[in-house]
């Protein structure tokens, strides 16, 4: 908990600081509720999100016959680990390795999540697999290659402009020989060509399907958390062209923005795996709604 409180330090300033200046003293009115939804459309939470999350914090605080406006902060944290709903853990292929397919706009923390993950998973004593399929960027290779090194997981790799589905095809032949646990596959983030961008990661899905079936188990897309409404426009385009079922937040340790975890949650209708709180290879948390709430509001 206490990672979460610190990596979320500066939504906590600006939601939960904030409003207790603005409750101490006071009695429960509608001033109250007003300046409440204010704070949390300035954290990113979004107009249509924050009408619908005061409200719902109006009736519990109400059904528990709460007085002052000072003991509305356990009742935001349970509306609002309530609306975000139960932690949902990562898929897992208990027949051989797990096949992780991480998409998203470049810029937005792929490859260093790709980084973090393996170490959280070599941490627990598994065996990750890396697969560069993100072969359009020479950088993006270059990127993995040293974030393998500094986690200690082969990278899987061909050359500049090699097909990416070939790429991903090596990794889950190397994973089975190797007995590997996961193989995680960094794919190309470029939606100025939608169907390009949709040609290539279906081609990867059938072929990771082909060589292992139920491949890919998970499909993670990654959202810079600091890029507010834009970030909810380009998951959408993500969600068009592939079957996304997690979602990672990252750089919310860079943000007062941190509520825009619940329009993501609301829009998106996938859950929140993990949130990224640093570019440290231990600054990935697996989501905790409940500790994500508790951390902003108290
Ligand atoms: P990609 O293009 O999507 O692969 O993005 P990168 O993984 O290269 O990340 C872009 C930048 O964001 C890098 O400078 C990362 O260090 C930084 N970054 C990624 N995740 C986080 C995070 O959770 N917190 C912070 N503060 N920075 C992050």
């Not at 998973?121 to 960027?137: E, H, M």
């Not at 072929?207 to 292992?212: H, K, P, T």
Request: aromatic share 4%; net charge negative; charged share 30%.
């Amino acid at each position: 908990f206490e990672r979460f409180r610190k990596g979320l330090e500066k939504s906590r300033a600006a939601m939960a600081d904030r409003l207790l200046t603005v409750f101490r003293g006071r009695r429960l009115d509608d001033s109250v509720f007003e300046e409440m939804e204010e704070t949390l459309i300035l954290s990113d939470v979004g107009v249509d999100t924050a009408v619908e999350l005061v409200e719902a914090i109006r009736k519990e605080a109400r059904k528990r016959h709460i007085e002052r406006a000072e003991d509305l902060p356990e009742v935001m944290a349970d509306v609002m680990a309530e609306f975000l709903g139960p932690p949902v853990e990562m898929a897992e292929n208990p027949e051989g390795p797990t096949v992780v397919l991480v998409v998203g706009v470049n810029g937005a923390g792929k490859t260093t999540t790709i980084g973090k993950l393996a170490h959280a998973y070599k941490s627990q004593g598994k065996r990750v697999i890396l697969a560069a399929a993100d072969t359009f960027r020479a950088a993006a290779i270059d990127q993995l290659l040293i974030w393998g090194e500094r986690v200690g997981v082969d990278v899987v790799r061909q050359a500049q402009g090699a097909d990416p589905a070939a790429v991903v095809y090596d990794a889950i032949q190397a994973a089975k020989a190797r007995r590997c646990d996961l193989v995680i596959c960094d794919t190309a983030g470029r939606l100025q060509n939608k169907s390009h961008l949709m040609n290539e990661l279906s081609k990867i899905r059938k072929v990771a399907e082909r060589e292992l079936p139920g491949a890919p188990h998970e499909v993670l897309l990654v959202i810079d958390g600091t890029t507010g409404q834009n970030g909810l426009v380009q998951a959408r385009v993500f969600k068009e062209v592939v079957q996304v079922t997690g979602i990672v937040v990252t750089k919310l340790d860079g943000t007062a923005k941190g509520g825009i975890v619940f329009p993501i949650v609301r829009e998106e209708k996938i859950p929140v795996k993990w949130i990224g709180l640093g570019e440290g290879m231990d600054d990935l948390q697996p989501f905790d709604p409940r500790m994500f709430a508790e951390a902003i509001c108290r």
